[in-house]
């Protein structure tokens, strides 16, 4: 896949933190069944969300300022709040009636068995690298945070330099996910930047695959983005007796 241009405003000198969220290009479709609260929550039993992420709302009546269109429109921030709840800081819904519409986000890839990697290079020569653990963390599933402390930064001074993000999978697979410039004049919008995975991700390899805790297990991905294998069979009594005299 190709991978992101995300250029880092980083001061020379001082700690820079961001956030890197990887989803999957498929968007997953929840029912609102209520919106009130300062901030605003939104329930939509189920969700299916684990910690923060970005969320689109479409189709709420009475608050239109909530509706943000995917693949159009930039995502809320949505907290995590619970199964079924989660909470937008930005807007509050007092003294208003809001109703009915649809909680659409995109799935987070799992990150429970991949390695990180960010090079910082001058020239395409490396400087420094990241690592998890040194710089880099996976704090929930598809999230990756870093940090490079102000001695890092403050090698940053002059032209040429770049970085790169690589997550390697079990595979082991590496996808290049960000490349971009560093510098003090470089522009970015937001704290957060979103990269989309190159499809849906599949059941993990050999090696890599863990058991999701959801009942009724039967091979898929849980909520929890581990292995998931449902167990909703029907028992048939009359076929156990005919396989048991046979």
Request: proline share 8%; charged share 20%; glycine share 8%.
């Amino acid at each position: 896949m190709q991978p992101a241009r995300q250029d880092l405003p980083v001061t020379p000198g001082t700690t820079y933190r961001d956030t890197v969220r990887i989803m999957q290009p498929e968007f997953v479709y929840r029912s609102i069944t209520n919106i009130d609260g300062a901030p605003v929550r939104i329930t939509a039993p189920g969700h299916g969300l684990v910690s923060d992420w970005p969320i689109w709302v479409r189709g709420v009546q009475g608050m239109p300022e909530l509706n943000r269109e995917p693949a159009r429109q930039t995502p809320h921030k949505a907290k995590f709040v619970d199964e079924d709840v989660v909470e937008v800081n930005s807007l509050s819904a007092t003294g208003l009636r809001p109703q009915g519409g649809q909680l659409i986000y995109r799935r987070p890839v799992s990150l429970s068995e991949a390695s990180v990697e960010m090079v910082v290079s001058r020239a395409n020569v490396p400087l420094f690298t990241l690592a998890l653990g040194s710089g880099l963390s996976i704090t929930s599933a598809g999230t990756i945070e870093r940090v490079l402390t102000a001695e890092q930064t403050a090698l940053l001074v002059g032209e040429d330099l770049t970085y790169t993000l690589d997550v390697t999978y079990a595979g082991p697979t590496v996808t290049r996910y960000f490349v971009g410039a560093i510098g003090a004049d470089c522009r970015c919008a937001s704290d957060e930047h979103q990269v989309l995975s190159i499809g849906e991700q599949g059941p993990p390899g050999i090696g890599a695959a863990e058991i999701s805790s959801d009942p009724n297990n039967r091979l898929t991905f849980g909520t929890d983005l581990k292995l998931y294998v449902s167990d909703d069979l029907i028992p048939d009594p009359l076929n156990y007796y005919i396989l048991a005299k046979g």
